[in-house]
């Protein structure tokens, strides 16, 4: 995957630039970014803050965390399984 030129927090000054009334073709040519970019920023952080920014890139590193713990468990689990069925 790509990795974005500007980090969460520029992306959020971007968009509220726009949102305090400035075109959005402005925007974009003044930070050389694309319209579809713009508009894929919007949807993903439109009318977040700094303080709920982080608490999302808090939760998604949290989630991702729980998700390896429930792979490992499930491996885990699907082995104790076969270990039984061969001794029976």
């Given at each position: 995957m790509k990795?974005?030129?500007?980090?969460?927090?520029?992306?959020?000054?971007?968009?509220?630039?726009?949102?305090?009334?400035l075109p959005v073709k402005e925007v974009c040519r003044k930070h050389g970014i694309s319209s579809a970019c713009y508009y894929q920023w919007k949807s993903k952080y439109g009318g977040l803050g700094a303080s709920?920014?982080?608490?999302?890139?808090e939760l998604e590193a949290e989630n991702a965390k729980l998700k390896r713990l429930y792979a490992d468990m499930a491996l885990e689990n699907s082995a104790m399984k076969d270990l039984i069925e061969k001794k029976l």
């Open positions: 990795r974005s030129r500007f980090t969460e927090t520029q992306i959020v000054s971007i968009l509220n630039e726009a949102e305090a009334g709920e920014l982080k608490r999302l890139k």
